[in-house]
T-cell receptor
């Protein structure tokens, strides 16, 4: 069964620090997608990135970057020069082709960026 | 920018009462999802529709929960009777179509409190 583990329950940093959010996944499928979502206090989940299992290229989008390593089943998310507006709960999720494409979320990591 | 609409945003009900939530997906999105998010946890899929048909409701507690998407557009999730353990955020999401390559867009959610 697919499983997503976000071991860090809460992280607190000071503005301008870099921070990495860890995500480890388990799957027996060879075709799957990994996602990161941001959930600000308002409640809606905001899509950040989708990565398929055949593309291990790291990605950078502004201050955000993602490191996908199949060898360690990890899909970590780094925020560079964090800002107060980055404060939110961040979820990693996995969707498998052989499991009806159901998206399974980790428990989330609450990031607090202090000024 | 098109958004997923949900109402109400907040609902307080007494246990054993009936409660209903409404979701209007992004126009043109064929796939609609209902998730339940218990405080401190990631969202869990309850039911998935493709147009008006249920694709997956394996995680829906069918003794008290029901969901419909009669015309393949908006959807209603009902709980009858509500129990204390149903207190959670109920999130609706939509995507263009089924399949791993289509990202899900989430609404703001309905926060349910059962007293």
């Amino acid at each position: 069964a697919q499983k997503v583990t976000q071991a860090q329950t809460e992280i607190s940093v000071v503005e301008k620090e870099d921070v990495t959010l860890d995500c480890v996944y388990e799957t027996r499928d060879t075709t799957y997608y990994l996602f990161w979502y941001k959930q600000p206090p308002s409640g809606e989940l905001v899509f950040l990135i989708r990565r398929n299992s055949f593309d291990e290229q790291n990605e950078i989008s502004g201050r955000y970057s993602w490191n996908f390593q199949k060898s360690t089943s990890s899909f970590n998310f780094t925020i560079t020069a964090s800002q107060v507006v980055d404060s939110a709960v961040y979820f990693c999720a996995l969707s498998e082709a052989n499991n009806n494409n159901d998206m399974r979320f980790g428990a989330g990591t609450r990031l607090t960026v202090k000024p | 920018e098109a958004e997923v609409a949900q109402s109400p945003r907040y609902k307080i009900t007494e246990k054993s009462q009936a409660v209903a939530f409404w979701c209007d997906p992004i126009s043109g999105h064929a796939t609609l999802y209902w998730y339940r998010q218990i405080l401190g946890q990631g969202p869990e899929l309850l039911v998935q529709f493709q147009d008006e048909s249920v694709v997956d409701d394996s995680q829906l507690p069918k003794d008290r929960f029901s969901a419909e998407r009669l015309k393949g557009v908006d959807s209603t999730l009902k709980i009858q009777p509500a129990e204390l353990g149903d207190s959670a955020m109920y999130l609706c999401a939509s995507s263009v179509n089924l399949g791993l390559s289509y990202e899900q867009y989430f609404g703001p959610g309905t926060r349910l409190t059962v007293t």
